[in-house]
């Protein structure tokens, strides 16, 4: 697993990295937003693998993180890359901020080496392609395939489109989307979000079911609007 890491304070990225090598992880380290676009892209244009996770900070120089994951997540090549943001800025509209452009999770400086590997592990365990299969999903389908006026899922190979045009989910996503579609009306906890589609054996904050469901209302387009929050409850698919 490759993690790209950009703070322009060099201790915190000789610290950073020194700690995450020591887990195992091939780390990457930029000074500056703008040098980690550059090895970015001279990465896309050898063919070599692009970073499983960019541990990002919010305030650099020139470019701010927040800037440059605009950047990411408008371009086909870097858009799945999983965000981890790391700064000092840990007021609730920044954090806010950062989770609507796209962020998996938020670390507040000063830093705990203990949070930063279990965030890091939680994050590539989330973004991983292995299929997690859920037993106790309420009422399963018994067709492979999940229909909903336009919107349309297969359960076998993962894929979903809306309008007949593909819809580029991520694996958690996809699930979230499929549960909810099963179960049109029924109001699903965060709890019950969290056991149904995550891996039990992540470090998984409530926060990150708010950062997916906003993602997922995104890419659903006009159907965003039906994915409901029952506040103190959760979530629905309203018909």
Known sequence: M????????QDICEILQYNLETEGYEVVAANSAEEALEILNNEK?????????ILLD???????????????????DTVNIPIIFVTALDDED???????????????????????????????RRAAPSQVSHE???LPSSSPEIHYETI??????????????????????????????????KVFSREELLSRCWPHDVYVLDRTVDVNITRLRKKIGRYGKQV???IGYGYCFEK
């Open 58 to 76: 919010v305030m650099m120089g020139e470019m701010s993180g927040f800037q440059m994951a605009r950047k990411l997540k408008a371009d086909a």
């Open 152 to 185: 349309d899922l297969n359960l076998d190979s993962k894929t979903a489109t809306l309008d007949g045009v593909d819809l580029s989910l991520t694996k958690l996503e996809f699930e979230l989307l499929s549960l909810l579609l099963q179960n049109l009306g």
């Open 228 to 230: 409901k929050t029952r």
């Open 94 to 124: 920044n954090t806010v901020k950062g989770l609507n452009i796209g962020a998996d999770d938020y670390i507040s400086k000063p830093l705990s080496m203990k949070e930063v590997k279990a965030r890091v592990k939680a994050v590539l």
């Open 2 to 9: 490759k993690i790209l890491v950009v703070d322009d304070e």
């Open 45 to 53: 244009q050898s063919g070599e693998a692009l970073p499983n996770l």
């Open 136 to 138: 106790e999903d309420a």
